[in-house]
């Protein structure tokens, strides 16, 4: 079992910037890929970005691609999501989540990722 906490998130206004981190205790959290989705107030959680366990391999949305970076440092446990030329509607609460298979299979479905974070909320203001 993994233990997932997300942070960084806040209030900033559109173009701006902002970095999240989402740090991993519990098992090796080498083993897995990972990703980030959001869900914003009425919609559904829907997929963000995906990295493999190496770091080599990344995936995004259509809706973020060229604004949006995935990372991750495995020796701190970590995956961030570096957020830049935020619009108002990246409005959200931003989760990190494992890919329960451990390897990236490719999926961007909510539903093949596990062991949920609490979520970090991001407004963008126009």
């Known amino acids: 079992q993994v233990r997932l906490v997300e942070s960084g998130g806040g209030l900033v206004q559109a173009g701006g910037s902002l970095r999240l981190s989402c740090a991993a205790s519990?098992?090796?959290?080498?083993?897995?890929?990972m990703g980030w989705f959001r869900q914003a107030p009425g919609k559904e959680r829907e997929f963000v970005a995906a990295?493999?366990?190496?770091?080599?391999?990344?995936s995004y949305a259509d809706s973020v691609k060229g604004r949006f970076t995935i990372s991750r440092d495995n020796a701190k446990n970590t995956v961030y999501l570096q957020m830049n030329s935020l619009k108002p509607e990246d409005t959200a609460v931003y989760y990190c989540?494992?890919?329960?298979?451990?390897?990236?299979?490719?999926?961007?479905?909510?539903?093949?990722?596990?062991?949920w974070g609490p979520g970090t909320q991001v407004t963008v203001s126009s």
């Open positions: 989540a494992v890919s329960n298979v451990g390897y990236y299979s490719g999926s961007n479905y909510p539903g093949d990722f596990g062991s």
């Open positions: 519990g098992r090796t959290f080498t083993y897995y890929a």
């Open positions: 990295i493999s366990r190496s770091g080599g391999s990344t």
